[in-house]
């Protein structure tokens, strides 16, 4: 169990759900607030930025390397600082995007880039780091962002056992005590038939963290499957509509979808309940509508029981109607009037 700004996030409370803004603002800062005002109205928990400029994540070169694969599906051929260029959040937005969301109650932090961007967010007392699916091979960054004792969420796309467990062990060597881990596919947008959703609970069990997605799948299909499996913090990119465009739009869930996420994936967790079979306290009433064996017409001592008078129907209080072949045939011991439950005295 970990706590962000004093909400519990672990298997014990509904699933946290965080709201991803990313560069789904397009350039605009007006833009950028009423996203947080539709993720705060949708009921999500926080709201994640990223934090870096395209001079902190990459260089201005153009070389193969610095573009992305014609084949990509959203930004194919794109060159990575004019992508980033577009996509990022200026500095000195985060803290109106900041101060908005605590008013409006939501948890804001971001996926720091660098240690320029831990220093930003510290001076804006983040509540919590998020280390990209990308960065978590950058050992140092992941240092750095534990050294703050703030709870971190790792995501893990792209990642073998071996790269995990050198973040992980980072993170926790480096004074993180609250530490989250989330299967992501960093595929943009990512197949559902990539989730691996069953892996959760073997990357729950191979960290010992709390576990989640970051999910960027369309609609909330592998969100809600996730929560079965254990996931405690549910990531989705958010935008105000998707016909807008925009890097992020075609993989990003809109302001009711958003609020649907909420409400569907708090019902998933709580209809895990406890490993039990047997009767709900709720099924108590609908005990007494079983059927049994009763007389459905009047009769006198002394008649045989046959099909005609004694039958299985509701309510419960006869005998089970796997007892007919063993009634069938005996007598009455004394008159009995329809409706009357049948039981062994009576026969």
Known sequence: MISIAGRPVGPGSPPFVVAEMSGNHGGSLDRALAIVDAVADSGAHALKLQTYRADTITIDADGPAFRIGEQHELWGGENLYRLYE??????????????RARTRGLAPFSSPFDPTAIELLEK????????????????????????????????????????????????????????AVLSCTASYPASPAESNLRSLPLLAGLTG??????????????????????????????????????????????????????????????????????????????????????????????EPVTAENVRSIRPAGGLPPAAVAQVMGRRFTRDASLGTPLTWDLI
């Open 86 to 99: 577009r996509a990022h959040t200026p500095w000195e937005w985060h803290e109106p995007i900041f101060a």
């Open 209 to 302: 963290a709390a576990v989640g997605v970051s999910d960027h799948t369309p609609g909330l299909g592998a969100a809600l499957a996730a929560v079965a499996l254990g996931a405690c913090l549910i990531e989705k990119h958010v935008t105000l509509s998707r016909a807008d465009g925009g890097v992020d739009a075609a993989f990003s869930l809109e302001p009711d979808e958003l609020a649907t996420l909420v409400v569907e994936s708090g019902r998933a967790w709580q209809s895990l309940g406890s490993p039990a079979i047997g009767p709900r306290a709720s099924e108590k009433e609908g005990l007494r509508f079983r059927r049994s064996l009763y007389v459905v017409r009047d009769v006198r001592a002394g």
């Open 124 to 179: 804006l007392d983040t509540p919590a780091y998020k280390i990209a699916s990308s960065e978590i091979v950058d050992l140092p960054l992941i240092r750095l962002a534990a050294a703050t004792r703030k709870p971190l969420i790792i995501s893990t796309g792209m990642a073998s056992i071996a790269e995990i467990h050198a973040a992980v062990e980072t993170a926790r060597d480096a004074g993180c005590a609250q530490l």
